[in-house]
């Protein structure tokens, strides 16, 4: 039964992916326009890593990926939000996953040199589960590390604004606030938040444009509501203050409770083993007893 569920995998495995390079997906309607719009994509405002060695075993398989639509959207912000290239993110899934699929194969053969042969069967099932983990390890890798990056983008961010409102405090412009606020601060995120102003000052476009188009670049939703509450500031500059007060002490708070929950989360996770142990310990002991009575039964 389970070699005929292999085999037959792997028969409509080989058959779609035949149909996909003969006949490839109609592209949406999105896609479509987007082709058809003569205007240049911007390029990315953070800057991109270098790539290993995965990225260039796994660059031939990019286009067949691309072509079936990968990365999603929510992907594409977690690489631009860790400074990873798609087609280098795209490369490695290929390449490990292909790993996956050759490393039960290496070990099967292995141990049939050793005279431990193992079952087809078993060899066929474990490459695929680990071609299927390794294809999707990158996206959980990436997804862990935009995480912890927009957490700590968040918290610079805090400062940001109030080094911002110090600044329009006393009596400096909304562009050079912004500008003179970014200097301050070290690190990565103030590091993004000056080559966006920077890129504004060379393009001629308004700071807060950039900041925008960072925010949603980032899909860092604080970054986007302080570009509205700055570009405001021509008329309203004590109301911009109080907002950014306000702002920045909400991402205080917010950053304290999502602190407070991952503590939480981090001791229940150091209780489970403990009450595993206890199960184990209680099975032990009444074991014996209870097998004693079933077999006096």
Do not use: C
Not at 212 to 230: M, Q, W, Y
């Amino acid at each position: 039964m389970i070699t005929a569920l292999a085999i037959g995998a792997g028969f409509g495995l080989g058959i779609w992916a035949i149909l996909v390079w003969a006949v490839p997906p109609r592209p949406g309607l999105a896609s479509l326009l987007r082709r058809l719009d003569n205007t240049p994509t911007p390029a990315p405002i953070t800057p991109l890593e270098r790539s290993g060695w995965a990225t260039t075993l796994g660059k031939p398989f990019v286009g067949l990926l691309t072509a079936v639509g990968l990365p999603s959207p929510v992907v594409r912000k977690d690489l631009a939000m860790t400074g990873r290239p798609v087609p280098a993110h795209l490369a490695d899934k290929a390449a490990l996953a292909i790993a996956g699929l050759l490393l039960p194969t290496l070990v099967s053969v292995a141990l049939a040199l050793l005279g431990m042969p193992l079952a087809w069967e078993v060899s066929l099932i474990a490459s695929l589960l680990t071609g299927f983990i390794g294809f999707l390890l990158p996206d959980i890798t990436v997804r862990r590390a935009a995480a912890r990056r927009r957490a700590d983008f968040r918290l610079a961010l805090s400062a940001y604004l109030n080094l911002i409102r110090v600044t329009l405090a006393g009596g400096a412009g909304v562009e050079g606030a912004l500008t003179d606020a970014a200097t301050v601060g070290r690190g990565r995120s103030f590091n993004q938040i000056r080559r966006a102003l920077t890129i504004a000052k060379v393009t001629r476009v308004t700071p807060w444009a950039t900041l925008r188009a960072l925010g949603a670049e980032l899909d860092i939703r604080e970054l986007a509501e302080l570009s509205a509450s700055v570009s405001l500031a021509g008329t309203e500059g004590a109301h911009v203050r109080a907002s950014l007060q306000a702002k920045a002490s909400a991402l205080r708070t917010r950053e304290l409770t999502e602190a407070e929950g991952d503590a939480q989360a981090a001791t229940e996770r150091m209780s489970l083993p403990v009450i595993v142990l206890f199960i184990g310990f209680l099975l032990f002991i009444g074991y014996p007893a209870v097998a004693a009575v079933l077999g006096g039964v």
